[in-house]
């Protein structure tokens, strides 16, 4: 197969996973609106051709957090990432360093914060959730500190979770279930059981000792029922910043008010993210509410952005409204999947590329100074205010 895109990776990932492994990264909650959304309303907005500019020089190059990035791209924190490709978070972690992005480790990484940290030089970033036993996070958050984690990123939107039914239908646990139905489907898929068997772990590995506890293993959403706090305000993120004294990035914003709270409370970082349409179904897509919360911000933090980022052109169009990069779940995970390491490589090289390319088209040659007048209004976007006014798109009826 002719690797040119990120789908192919999906189809190449879907070939090549179990069926419930592929669903849970591919597959969002309830009704799946949010998850379409993303992709809609990315897909809605129009960049402007312009032409005539010289394109000899064009850069990817960009600085976030006080670092330099190859690119305006992350890897987003995925759970299970480790059921995708046998040692999924090194494949993962190794890739971003050679590329030179940052990679992100989930608290349910199924490798653990010391696995990674011995498999990779650059350092990487960390999630962590809330859980109801503080002192568990507080643990947690000393292994980031002790394997030099350059980042904390502290989710806030999973408080409880948003029903994926095919998870459900699937009846996806860690590690997998063996019913004769996935037997099946893991038998026709060797080159995966094989790695995954031979992986280093098969459970949460930040997690262990947490998870003997618990009365032995459930399934997912089950077990997050019982361990994540319900209870958690924004007192909590206080908690948490007096712990950290690294970069501390807030993740779950969509919304302008909250925005607003997550400023307030010092943080250095916000990701406009829905969980990539995986929790509160009926919501809004990311790229809508991207101008109001940087607009809400006004520069008191820098806004990552999340959710539907498939290629190089969704990226521009995140930056021109105002992102200073993105990070990508699913389509880590699809070329994860596919491929391992390479996979991740290749996903990044396609990424890069596309956004190298359509920058140039709209007549720019550097990330760093995309603005909003590289788009064309359309009806999906409310632009804010307080960005640069733009051209108003051509009206149909001017000439008549
Ligand atoms: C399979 C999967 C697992 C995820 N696990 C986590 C997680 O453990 N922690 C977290 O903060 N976000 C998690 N997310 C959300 C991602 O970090 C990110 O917000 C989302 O994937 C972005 O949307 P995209 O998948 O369209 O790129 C997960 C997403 C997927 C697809």
């Known amino acids: ?78 759970g299970l990432t480790g059921l995708f490709y046998g040692n999924g978070e090194i494949h993962g972690a190794r890739a971003a360093q050679a590329f030179g992005v940052p990679f992100c480790l989930s608290t349910m990484s199924i490798c653990s914060l010391e696995d990674v940290r011995a498999a990779v030089k650059a350092p990487f970033w960390f999630q962590l959730y809330l859980m109801r036993d503080r002192s568990f996070n507080e643990d947690l958050i000393a292994r980031a500190r002790a394997a030099g984690c350059s980042a904390l990123v502290l989710t806030l939107d999973l408080q409880v979770q948003g029903v994926r039914r095919q998870d459900a239908k699937n009846g996806l646990s860690v590690p997998p279930r063996l019913t004769l139905k996935n037997m099946l489907d893991i038998a026709s898929k060797p080159e995966w059981a094989l790695r995954v068997l031979f992986g280093k772990r098969r459970t949460f590995g930040n997690l262990d000792a947490r998870m003997k506890n618990t009365g032995g293993l459930r399934t997912l959403s089950q077990w997050i029922a019982s361990q994540f706090d319900p209870a958690v305000t924004w007192q909590d993120v206080q908690w948490v910043r007096d712990r950290w004294p690294g970069k501390l990035i807030l993740k779950g914003i969509l919304d302008p008010e909250d925005a607003d709270l997550a400023a307030r409370t010092g943080a250095d970082a916000i ?65 994860l999947a596919a491929m391992g390491e390479a996979g991740v490589a290749l996903a990044l090289d396609i990424l890069r590329k596309e956004l190298l390319v359509s920058l140039g088209l709209t007549g720019q040659t550097d990330v760093r100074a995309v603005s909003p007048s590289i788009l064309r209004r359309t009806g999906a976007i409310r632009f804010p205010l307080s960005l640069p006014a733009l051209p108003a798109a051509p009206s149909a009826t001017r000439d008549s």
């Not at 197969?1 to 990776?9: A, E, H, Q, W």
């Not at 009704?31 to 312009?50: F, G, S």
């Not at 009926?282 to 919360?293: D, F, R, Y």
């Not at 006004?298 to 980022?309: A, H, I, P, Q, W």
């Open 1 to 78: 197969m002719v690797i040119t895109s990120i789908s192919d990776l999906r189809e190449l990932a879907r070939r090549r996973v179990p069926r419930a492994i592929f669903d849970y990264a591919d597959r969002g909650s309830y009704d799946e609106i949010t998850i379409r959304r993303n992709r809609e309303d990315l897909d809605a907005i129009e960049l402007r051709q312009r032409v005539m500019v010289n394109l000899t020089e064009l850069s990817a190059r960009t600085t976030v957090l006080g670092e330099e990035w190859a690119m305006p791209v992350a890897i987003a924190p995925t």
């Open 271 to 335: 990701v406009v993210s829905n969980h990539g349409g995986r929790q509160l179904d009926g919501a809004c897509s990311t790229i809508a509410v991207l101008p109001e919360v940087v607009d809400a911000v006004s520069g008191r933090c820098e806004v990552l952005f999340d959710g539907g980022v498939r290629c190089g052109q969704d990226v521009l169009k995140a930056l021109a409204l105002g992102a200073r990069a993105c990070l990508i779940g699913k389509t880590f995970l699809y070329s």
